[in-house]
């Protein structure tokens, strides 16, 4: 009897292990591809930065693709959850203007591989596996139910629209500000945008 509970203990454990690893995976592999974008990402890359030996990789993915899915996926939930944070933090009628000041805020342009991978990914993403596209899909329409929640309009006819192109400007001011070489430039970008929304609020 005892050998059977101690088996069982050790499998358990085996398999919490496995998770932890897991993650470890899918965490590094959602900041790389946020900072090298899906082609520029390998598999003994994301190994090594998880700390894990590249044997190791095919004992929690079948493929590079389904590495690959799995991390837009988290890199997505990620994005949202932060935003989302940002809203319920804000005091009641500021979320809006609070999320989008901290999605268009200076640190945000910085934090490619922590940030929004909408923006750091978006462009890439047409080319990727049917997986990926799915996972990518999934995020951007919460993050822009999450947008239409927070609008003042929410639950009028119209709120929907809205939070679609609010979203659309948040990702391409977003997407133009990392892209130039010019600071100013950026900041104008970055500002214009978030003036815009801003003003032309529910």
């Given at each position: 009897?005892?050998?059977?509970?101690?088996?069982k203990t050790m499998?358990?454990?085996?398999?919490?292990?496995?998770?932890?690893?897991?993650?470890?995976?899918?965490?590094?592999?959602?900041?790389?591809?946020?900072?090298?974008?899906?082609?520029?990402?390998?598999?003994?890359?994301?190994?090594?930065?998880?700390?894990?030996?590249?044997?190791?990789?095919?004992?929690?993915?079948?493929?590079?693709?389904?590495?690959?899915?799995?991390?837009?996926?988290?890199?997505?939930?990620?994005?949202?959850?932060?935003?989302?944070?940002?809203?319920?933090?804000?005091?009641?009628?500021?979320?809006?203007?609070?999320?989008?000041?901290?999605?268009?805020?200076?640190?945000?342009?910085?934090?490619?591989?922590?940030?929004?991978?909408?923006?750091?990914?978006g462009s890439e993403?047409?080319?990727?596996?049917?997986?990926?596209?799915?996972?990518?899909?999934?995020?951007?329409?919460?993050?822009?139910?999450?947008?239409?929640?927070?609008?003042?309009?929410?639950?009028?006819?119209?709120?929907?629209?809205?939070?679609?192109?609010?979203?659309?400007?948040?990702?391409?001011?977003?997407?133009?500000?990392?892209?130039?070489?010019?600071?100013?430039?950026?900041?104008?970008?970055?500002?214009?945008?978030?003036?815009?929304?801003?003003?032309?609020?529910?």
């Amino acid at each position: 009897m005892m050998h059977v509970i101690l088996s069982k203990t050790m499998r358990r454990g085996a398999v919490r292990r496995k998770d932890v690893t897991h993650e470890r995976i899918v965490e590094a592999a959602g900041r790389a591809i946020r900072r090298n974008g899906y082609d520029g990402v390998g598999v003994a890359e994301i190994m090594k930065e998880a700390g894990l030996t590249h044997g190791g990789f095919y004992a929690h993915f079948p493929s590079r693709e389904a590495m690959l899915a799995e991390a837009a996926d988290r890199a997505g939930a990620d994005g949202v959850a932060a935003v989302a944070r940002v809203a319920a933090a804000a005091p009641p009628k500021k979320a809006r203007e609070a999320l989008l000041n901290a999605y268009l805020s200076d640190a945000h342009i910085q934090g490619v591989e922590t940030g929004c991978a909408i923006a750091a990914l978006g462009s890439e993403v047409p080319r990727q596996a049917p997986a990926v596209r799915r996972a990518a899909t999934r995020r951007i329409k919460e993050m822009i139910d999450l947008v239409a929640r927070e609008s003042s309009g929410w639950g009028k006819r119209g709120a929907h629209e809205d939070a679609l192109v609010t979203v659309s400007t948040m990702v391409g001011a977003l997407v133009l500000a990392r892209a130039v070489d010019d600071p100013r430039l950026s900041d104008a970008l970055r500002e214009a945008a978030l003036k815009h929304l801003t003003h032309n609020s529910d």
